[in-house]
């Protein structure tokens, strides 16, 4: 096999994508993360882990999500046809759950009884803390303490649903910082804990095991778009955080070369301010979290803080796999403001019933500006990958709405 002649052979086997990726981590960690890769290559391949899967995935989560057609907003557009896959439908309202039940399986399997996580918006915290309840382990999820107080609704549902938050009041106290402490908390408690990692990031097997259990839904796409057009896509869209609901929407198409795709990021205030989210568009390569890619540093190297209205958008890197896409030119990378994705936040609910979560709104913003300039042949496809309910009281600050009077 010659990985150059197929987008969908990276990582190498040492991690790499292209010059993205590897495993830049204490020697301490090595043999826990050499041991995550030896037994995921084993059980990826195993009927019964993939059955288990399959059964959590259809009758927990919902799968497979409908692929919409968004007739009202399509006709509005007046160009290509607009399809939602509705991975907003799955139980806890985003595709986050896809990758946890994937990885709690494993866990099982390597007869680990604890599991930790770090988590910014909460949004992975709680998709963690669901399938820790599901199967009866202890969860630790780490948090920064400027998160905790910014997220409460989510600090509340993990502690619902059993698990234990610590607050990490350490450097920016927020998301890098909590995953620094969960990685910490890893090597000290080496022999009975896994790391449940929530995007497609962190050391080398993560970015490529995150994709495959996010791959379900470009694969469901496929046969979905197939079954009704006749056809492959000839765009797919999709927001970008750490990149793992649009790599998961985009793997199984990568070699289709007829099939366009964009992947958008949060461009916050505007890339100019310098608060934004934008890794590939503001900021550039360097090591964070166990791989190399593309983040947001300051000329001296230190990483910065990312904005955006938008919790889940919020990181200051992007998984490795979207650095090398991105130098290869196989996807189009875009960003749109926290202004824009408002605006389209309430122009999908007005006009199909569907209130998005502020991170799809950011495709959709775009979807916007280029559907129009598509012929009405052109099928479109957008990841609605999370529902809006958790971010109306963002949206009510950002309108000046009171909503408890
Ligand atoms: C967490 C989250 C994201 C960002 O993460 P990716 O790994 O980039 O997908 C996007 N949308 C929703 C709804 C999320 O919860």
């Given at each position: 096999?010659?990985?150059?002649?197929?987008?969908?052979?990276?990582?190498?086997?040492?991690g790499?994508?292209?010059?993205?990726?590897?495993?830049?981590?204490?020697?301490?960690?090595m043999?826990?993360?050499?041991?995550?890769?030896?037994?995921?290559?084993?059980?990826c391949?195993?009927?019964n882990?993939i059955?288990?899967?399959?059964y959590?995935l259809?009758?927990?989560?919902?799968?497979?999500?409908?692929l919409?057609?968004?007739?009202?907003?399509t006709?509005?557009?007046?160009?290509?046809?607009?399809?939602?896959?509705?991975?907003?439908?799955?139980?806890?309202g985003?595709?986050?759950?896809?990758?946890?039940?994937?990885q709690?399986?494993l866990a099982?399997?390597?007869?680990?009884?604890?599991?930790?996580?770090?988590?910014g918006?909460?949004?992975h915290g709680?998709?963690?803390?669901t399938?820790?309840?599901?199967?009866?382990l202890p969860c630790?999820?780490?948090?920064?303490?400027?998160d905790?107080?910014?997220?409460s609704?989510n600090?509340?549902?993990?502690?619902?649903?059993?698990?234990?938050?610590?607050?990490?009041?350490?450097g920016?106290?927020?998301?890098?910082?909590?995953?620094?402490?969960?990685?910490?908390d890893?090597?000290?408690?080496?022999?009975?804990?896994?790391?449940?990692?929530?995007?497609?990031?962190?050391?080398?097997?993560?970015?490529?095991?995150?994709?495959d259990?996010?791959?379900?839904?470009?694969k469901?796409?496929?046969?979905?778009?197939?079954?009704?057009?006749?056809?492959?896509?000839?765009?797919?869209?999709?927001?970008?955080?750490?990149?793992?609901?649009?790599?998961?929407?985009?793997?199984?198409?990568?070699?289709?070369?007829?099939?366009?795709?964009?992947?958008?990021?949060?461009?916050?205030?505007?890339?100019?301010?310098?608060k934004?989210?934008?890794?590939?568009?503001?900021?550039?390569?360097?090591?964070?979290?166990?791989?190399?890619?593309?983040l947001l540093?300051?000329?001296?190297?230190?990483?910065?803080?990312?904005?955006?209205?938008?919790?889940?958008?919020?990181?200051?890197?992007?998984g490795?796999?979207?650095?090398f896409l991105?130098?290869?030119?196989?996807?189009?990378y875009?960003?749109?403001?926290?202004?824009?994705?408002?605006?389209?936040?309430?122009?999908?609910?007005?006009?199909?019933?569907?209130?998005?979560?502020?991170?799809?709104?950011?495709?959709?913003?775009h979807l916007?500006?280029?559907?129009?300039k598509?012929?009405?042949?052109?099928?479109?496809?957008?990841?609605?990958?999370?529902?809006?309910?958790?971010d109306i009281?963002?949206?009510?600050?950002?309108?000046?709405?009171?909503?408890?009077?």
């Amino acid at each position: 096999m010659n990985i150059k002649n197929s987008f969908k052979n990276w990582p190498d086997e040492s991690g790499f994508f292209g010059n993205f990726g590897g495993r830049y981590v204490a020697e301490t960690l090595m043999p826990l993360i050499k041991d995550v890769e030896k037994n995921y290559n084993i059980y990826c391949k195993d009927k019964n882990f993939i059955n288990e899967l399959d059964y959590y995935l259809k009758n927990f989560v919902g799968r497979p999500s409908p692929l919409y057609y968004a007739e009202r907003i399509t006709k509005d557009l007046g160009g290509g046809k607009i399809y939602f896959k509705r991975d907003e439908l799955n139980h806890t309202g985003a595709h986050k759950i896809n990758n946890c039940l994937g990885q709690i399986l494993l866990a099982k399997r390597m007869g680990k009884k604890r599991i930790i996580a770090e988590t910014g918006a909460g949004q992975h915290g709680v998709a963690v803390a669901t399938v820790c309840a599901l199967f009866n382990l202890p969860c630790i999820i780490y948090m920064g303490s400027k998160d905790i107080t910014r997220q409460s609704p989510n600090v509340f549902r993990m502690k619902l649903l059993g698990a234990k938050v610590i607050a990490v009041d350490t450097g920016s106290r927020s998301l890098k910082d909590a995953m620094n402490e969960a990685l910490r908390d890893w090597v000290t408690n080496v022999k009975n804990t896994f790391y449940i990692i929530g995007t497609v990031a962190g050391p080398h097997p993560y970015p490529k095991m995150v994709r495959d259990f996010q791959s379900i839904i470009g694969k469901e796409v496929k046969e979905q778009i197939f079954k009704k057009e006749k056809k492959m896509p000839d765009l797919l869209i999709a927001c970008i955080g750490g990149g793992s609901n649009a790599i998961g929407l985009f793997y199984d198409f990568l070699d289709n070369k007829e099939v366009k795709m964009i992947a958008v990021e949060a461009a916050g205030l505007g890339i100019k301010s310098g608060k934004h989210a934008s890794s590939l568009s503001g900021g550039k390569p360097g090591v964070l979290h166990g791989n190399k890619t593309y983040l947001l540093q300051t000329k001296s190297g230190q990483i910065k803080e990312a904005h955006s209205i938008s919790a889940g958008l919020d990181y200051p890197g992007i998984g490795p796999e979207h650095a090398f896409l991105f130098e290869q030119k196989r996807v189009n990378y875009v960003s749109v403001t926290d202004e824009e994705a408002i605006k389209a936040f309430k122009y999908c609910s007005k006009l199909e019933g569907i209130i998005p979560a502020l991170e799809p709104s950011h495709a959709l913003a775009h979807l916007i500006k280029v559907a129009p300039k598509m012929n009405k042949n052109k099928i479109i496809v957008m990841n609605m990958c999370g529902r809006g309910d958790k971010d109306i009281f963002t949206v009510a600050e950002k309108l000046k709405v009171k909503i408890n009077e």
